[in-house]
Nanobody
Framework: QVQLVESGGGLVQTGGSLRLSCEPS????????MGWFRQALGSEREFVAA????????YYTPSVRGRFTVSRDNAKTTLYLQMNTLKPEDTAVYFC?????????????????WGQGTQVTVSS
């Protein structure tokens, strides 16, 4: 069974950095667009960032642009999210996702595969 496995979450102070990783298990996602979502307690899941596998173009929600960087390794397997200058409002469970198009991730918040999530907590 193909799964997405996230890692790298944790507790960090305001202004700190974390790097999340998302690795497929049991298959490959080299021909799928991949992205990150987050869900804070009591809130809906929101789109954070995505990467098109064809063009390599990154997409970000405005609140993280300039602070977060989404990237993928050369084999187009592992997805990363480098998070800098973290704020308390970034606190959430972060999910990795894979879909046939970035449009599906960004607009419809739909994916063919989801990870189990990793907790990111930013203390003030």
């Amino acid at each position: 069974q193909v799964q997405l496995v996230e890692s790298g979450g944790g507790l960090v102070q305001t202004g700190g950095s974390l790097r999340l990783s998302c690795e497929p298990s049991g298959g490959t996602f080299s021909n799928l667009d991949m992205g990150w979502f987050r869900q804070a307690l009591g809130s809906e899941r929101e789109f954070v960032a995505a990467l098109s596998w064809r063009e390599g173009s990154p997409y970000y929600t405005p609140s993280v642009r300039g602070r977060f960087t989404v990237s993928r390794d050369n084999a187009k397997t592992t997805l990363y999210l480098q998070m800098n200058t973290l704020k308390p409002e970034d606190t959430a469970v972060y999910f990795c996702a894979a879909a046939k198009s970035v449009h599906s991730l960004m607009v419809y918040r739909q994916a063919d595969y989801w990870g189990q999530g990793t907790q990111v907590t930013v203390s003030s």
